[in-house]
């Protein structure tokens, strides 16, 4: 089992629609939680942190549930740059300190 | 912003030849990390770097080595290209605190002919 799960997709949403995308992790001992968006052939970004009561950054929410052990991303009213891969990244303070991520998962906004 | 880049974007060399693909970042993190990914495939982590003179492989086994002898620059190097060294390898950095992210700079992009 990977340390960190995501659905692959794609994901193919019309324009304006609410689009959510789920991830678990298996470290119950994992401390930070980040979003990141990766576009074709480009590196990563972050798209925003993960705190323990849930944040907004616009169009989007993020949510962490320590107790089933996953986090959310919900986009809304999505536009066609969201087209991209969203990948979840978890990281454990052990002595290796290292960032897990998952695969990631595609979205596509159609118009 | 982060303030981390990676020389060259693209390099297209033959088999055999010595590669350095340089990684410098400004923002005095001492976590530098070198991931390997290849198109439509998920991230690799290749190397990583806790601080200068410390230098460890990561989950996917790779030929090329890394230094650090300073805490910005983190290069990596490949003796002899091989076209299954053909790949793009993304440089990325943190300071290490809880809740801090990494950044990533832009990638290089290899091909081995």
């Known amino acids: 089992r990977k340390e960190v799960e995501q659905d692959p997709g794609p994901f193919n949403v019309p324009e304006g629609a609410t689009v959510a995308f789920n991830c678990t992790y298996s470290n119950s001992a994992s401390q930070s939680f980040f979003w990141y968006r990766q576009d074709c052939r480009k590196e990563p970004k972050l798209l925003m942190s993960v705190y323990s009561s849930g944040n907004e950054d616009g169009r989007f929410t993020a949510q962490l549930n320590r107790a089933s052990q996953y986090i959310s991303l919900l986009i809304r009213d999505s536009k066609l740059s969201d087209s991209a891969t969203y990948l979840c990244?978890?990281?454990?303070?052990?002595?290796?300190?290292?960032?897990?991520f998952g695969t990631g998962t595609r979205l596509k906004v159609l118009a | 912003e982060a303030d981390i880049y990676q020389t060259p974007r693209y390099l297209v060399i033959g088999t055999g030849k010595k590669i350095t693909l340089e990684c410098s970042q400004t923002m005095g993190h001492d976590k530098m990390y070198w991931y390997q990914q290849d198109p439509g495939m998920e991230l690799h982590l290749i190397h990583y770097s806790y601080g200068v003179n410390s230098t460890e492989k990561g989950d996917l086994s790779s030929e090329s080595t890394v230094s650090r002898i300073r805490t910005e620059h983190f290069p990596l190097t490949l003796e002899s290209a091989r076209p299954s060294h053909t790949s793009q390898y993304l440089c990325?950095?943190?300071?290490?605190?809880?809740?801090?992210?990494?950044?990533f700079g832009d990638g290089t992009r290899l091909s081995i002919l």
């Open positions: 990244v978890v990281n454990v303070p052990s002595g290796t300190y290292k960032y897990i």
């Open positions: 990325a950095s943190s300071d290490g605190r809880l809740n801090q992210p990494q950044h």
